[in-house]
């Protein structure tokens, strides 16, 4: 898992690089090309059928994945990469927010309700840590509200916020008994024809300006993705245990610290103490919030980036 987080932010430093001459569409279409080509030999030398059953359940997963990753791609652009990965990793603390909101509908008074059908507990940990979790954003984004920035953060909270669907939706296809090279293929799919599609109806012409020297970033842009979610898929398919599995989740976490590591010494992007707070806080409210949402979402094979 730790190096599966250490490919993800090397895949970020490569798509902040590409970006210098590429749309976020297009590199969501090139990430999705690569991907179909890695996952498919993959899929063929494991006798894994691309075949399925679930052709809706596909299309809603790639269609929110999709949205997520143009909104992570959009982010790491135009905000520094520690932030933009931040903000991508807050899907934990989404799925959170998720599970309060649920709790407290069950509270709302509604006509013919007699209070006869027991009510959920408010999970007061939950709430605590979702608060923790937004309040490390604040700190994060005090320097850029206001700033041309506060656009790309909003579409870096967006990421998490789509991200954390997917992840929900990768849950539903695992317990149907998806291989995990099926719904990443599918995925990748998904990228490659929604990045086109908006690459095509975008008012510039990007096509037409083609360089290999700058295409060459796109190659390791989909080539990380793929062996990003191969350390992850091995990752949870070796904990063989509850707290083996809970360990391997929030390892993910580490990512941000690689992000920052990369912002600062590629990038020269300025942290201060506010910053590091921010991170600190959300990697905390993200590992509680994992913790005490096991119990009511299983763990999926991995979680999409």
């Known amino acids: 898992m730790v190096l599966g987080a250490f490919i993800f932010a090397s895949m970020g430093v490569c798509?902040?690089?590409?970006?210098?001459?590429?749309?976020?569409?297009?590199l969501v279409f090139y990430r999705g090309l690569i991907g179909i080509v890695f996952l498919w030999v993959l899929a063929a030398s494991r006798g894994v059928s691309l075949k399925t059953r679930y052709p809706g359940m596909h299309a809603w997963r790639s269609l929110i994945g999709v949205a997520s990753l143009g909104a992570?791609?959009?982010?790491?652009?135009?905000?520094s990469l520690a932030t933009s990965m931040t903000?991508?990793?807050m899907s934990s603390v989404?799925?959170?927010?998720?599970?309060?909101?649920?709790?407290?509908?069950?509270?709302?008074?509604?006509?013919g309700r007699d209070g006869t059908v027991p009510r959920p507990p408010l999970q007061g940990a939950l709430v605590a840590t979702v608060m923790v979790g937004f309040g490390g954003v604040v700190l994060m984004l005090r320097p850029t509200v206001g700033a041309t920035e506060g656009f790309?953060?909003?579409?870096g909270l967006l990421s998490g916020l789509t991200a954390?669907?997917?992840?929900?939706?990768?849950?539903?296809?695992?317990?149907?008994?998806?291989?995990?090279?099926?719904?990443?293929f599918y995925f990748a799919l998904g990228s490659?024809?929604?990045?086109?599609?908006?690459?095509?109806?975008?008012?510039?012409?990007?096509?037409?300006?083609?360089t290999w020297s700058h295409a060459i970033w796109l190659l390791p842009v989909g080539v990380l993705a793929a062996l990003g979610q191969l350390c992850m898929t091995r990752a949870y398919a070796s904990a063989k245990t509850e707290s083996g599995t809970l360990l391997v989740a929030n390892l993910q976490y580490s990512g941000i610290i690689f992000a920052a590591i990369y912002s600062v010494l590629l990038f020269g992007d300025p942290i201060d103490a506010a910053g590091y707070a921010g991170m600190a806080l959300i990697i905390a409210s993200g590992i509680a919030a994992t913790v005490l949402r096991q119990r009511s979402l299983p763990q999926a094979p991995a979680e999409e980036h």
Do not use: D
């Not at 954390?164 to 990443?184: D, H, K």
């Open 87 to 89: 903000l991508n990793y």
């Open 15 to 26: 798509v902040k690089i590409a970006s210098a001459w590429f749309s976020s569409a297009e």
């Open 72 to 79: 992570w791609f959009y982010s790491i652009a135009h905000i």
């Open 94 to 111: 989404w799925i959170a927010a998720f599970l309060v909101g649920g709790a407290l509908l069950a509270w709302v008074p509604l006509p």
């Open 152 to 155: 790309a953060s909003l579409m």
């Open 164 to 184: 954390a669907f997917a992840y929900i939706q990768v849950v539903a296809l695992s317990r149907l008994g998806e291989p995990e090279a099926r719904t990443v």
């Open 192 to 210: 490659a024809v929604a990045g086109g599609l908006a690459t095509w109806l975008g008012e510039s012409t990007p096509w037409a300006e083609w």
